[in-house]
């Protein structure tokens, strides 16, 4: 992930836990990496690199579990969780509570994990058979509570039940992290579409108002119907 929160670098993750898409990241480049990568990849996990990112995911989850400290699914692979066909290609995050990496940490590294402490404060990474996870303290700036891990729903995760992110708080997340810099509405479209159903819009907008690359994917979404127009936003010219 980037030095500015939010914002991805170059191979990275936003602080939403989604990645930019670029070069290099299309099926056959991961296919030919799978094969390539000094061969314990190629060992370790199915050649199918979503299901890779879903072992990896159950294998985390099961650690976080036992440890007894609140957490969720988040990013890509909670879209795929609430049935968003997203490809997951990059990596696989959860959101925990900052007070909490001390003792999630040491439970990763038991089971062989390899635990990365980046440069950036909101977050600690981990590498398993190739595949990139992200513990995440904070998305798009904003700390992760207790309440928005209460929030998060239980949901099987090829067939493994743990927490993923509320849809509304998934995409307040991923609004949020919008910039100048990273701003790709084709890639959230089609969730939006996917969620709008279970997500709370009004929630959605009140905490984005002061963002005006949300407010934008929103007027988006109200011109193409996949949401309502904003209640109360303007009144009939009177005749």
């Given amino acids: 992930m980037n030095l500015v929160e939010g914002a991805p670098a170059p191979g990275g993750t936003t602080a939403d836990g989604g990645r930019p898409a670029g070069p290099g ?18 060992q370790d996990l199915p050649p199918d690199h979503t299901q890779a990112i879903l072992e990896v995911t159950k294998e985390v989850a099961a650690v976080l579990k036992s440890s007894g400290c609140a957490f969720a699914l988040v990013g890509s692979v909670a879209a795929y969780a609430h049935g968003i066909p997203v490809r997951l290609q990059h990596d696989v995050d959860f959101a925990v509570r900052r007070e909490d ?8 590294a038991e089971q062989g994990i390899e635990i ?3 440069p950036e404060d909101w977050l600690i990474k981990g590498r398993r058979s190739g595949e990139h996870i992200d513990l995440i303290f904070s998305l798009a700036g904003r700390p992760v509570t207790t309440e928005l891990l209460d929030r998060a729903e239980t949901l099987p995760v ?3 039940h743990m927490p993923v992110l509320h849809p509304t708080d998934l995409m307040i997340g991923r609004l949020a992290a919008f910039s100048e810099h990273h701003c790709d509405f084709g890639a959230l ?10 997500v709370d819009w009004n929630r959605v907008r009140e905490e984005t108002e002061d963002k005006p690359m949300a407010a934008a994917f929103l007027y988006l979404l109200e011109r ?7 209640s109360g936003g303007g009144e009939e010219p009177v005749a």
């Fill in 189 to 198: 479209l089609p969730v939006a579409r996917g969620l709008r159903e279970r």
């Fill in 101 to 108: 990496a001390d003792q999630v940490t040491p439970l990763l």
């Fill in 25 to 42: 990241t299309g099926p056959a480049s991961v296919g030919f990496a799978a094969r390539t990568a000094g061969g314990q990849r190629g």
């Fill in 224 to 230: 193409l119907d996949v949401i309502e127009p904003r």
């Fill in 116 to 118: 990365v402490e980046p």
């Fill in 158 to 160: 090829d067939s493994v």
